[in-house]
Antibody
Framework: QVQLVQSGAEVKKPGASVKVSCKAS????????ISWVRQAPGQGLEWMGW????????NYAQKLQGRVTMTTDTSTSTAYMELRSLRSDDTAVYYC???????????WGQGTLVTVSS | QSVLTQPPSVSGAPGQRVTISCTGS?????????VHWYQQLPGTAPKLLIY???NRPSGVPDRFSGSKSGTSASLAITGLQAEDEADYYC????????????FGTGTKVTVL
């Protein structure tokens, strides 16, 4: 069965960086993309970006350009999302999801809470 | 501020039919890009409910249906059940945001 398992919760200080991992299993990793989506406390879903697990091509949300980097390691079927220069409004649950050809996300990780606080 | 607008809340009694609208523009839904819908129960990850405007993934009850017309899309839930109480989000692609996907503002469905 398809599973996406994310790394554990993180607490970071403003200005620091965080790197969240997402290990995929149960399907051919390079046949799909990986989306990253975040949700601030009590707020809606925010699309952060997408990476092709086939060739590493990326597409980032405009507001995060320059602060976010998404990568994959095909040898371990793991995707990574690094967010730099963290601010308090980056506090959120971060999700990875398997992305299909027209942008749908059919399997989701369990979420990783990132708290940014001094 | 999302470019896809949904009503903040809708409600209905068990067994009733409710619809959730997702209003976009000529740079997203109106441009022909697919719309997808997700259900999010409290404290859990979103679940894909409808993909490609009107297709249901395996395991999603046929009480859920999606449609698209012009610059809007809709999710209908017929035979509303208590377990349908959740947040619902639409998603599409927008060509005006440097080519990004975007989620709707979200709708809370309450079963009375």
């Amino acid at each position: 069965q398809v599973q996406l398992v994310q790394s554990g919760a993180e607490v970071k200080k403003p200005g620091a960086s965080v790197k969240v991992s997402c290990k995929a299993s149960g399907y051919t990793f390079t046949s799909y993309g990986i989306s990253w989506v975040r949700q601030a406390p009590g707020q809606g879903l925010e699309w952060m970006g997408w990476i092709s697990a086939y060739n590493g091509n990326t597409n980032y949300a405009q507001k995060l350009q320059g602060r976010v980097t998404m990568t994959t390691d095909t040898s371990t079927s793991t995707a990574y999302m690094e967010l730099r220069s963290l601010r308090s409004d980056d506090t959120a649950v971060y999700y990875c999801a398997r992305a299909g050809t027209s942008g749908w996300n059919d399997y989701w990780g369990q979420g990783t809470l990132v708290t940014v606080s001094s | 501020q999302s470019v896809l607008t949904q009503p903040p809340s809708v409600s209905g009694a068990p067994g009733q039919r409710v619809t959730i609208s997702c209003t976009g523009s000529s740079s997203n839904i109106g441009a022909g890009y697919d719309v997808h819908w997700y259900q999010q129960l409290p404290g859990t990850a979103p679940k894909l409910l409808i993909y490609g405007n009107s297709n249901r993934p395996s395991g999603v009850p046929d009480r859920f249906s999606g449609s698209k017309s012009g610059t809007s899309a809709s999710l209908a839930i017929t035979g509303l059940q208590a377990e349908d109480e959740a947040d619902y989000y639409c998603q599409s692609y927008d060509s005006s945001l440097s080519g990004s996907n975007v989620f709707g503002t979200g709708t809370k469905v309450t079963v009375l």
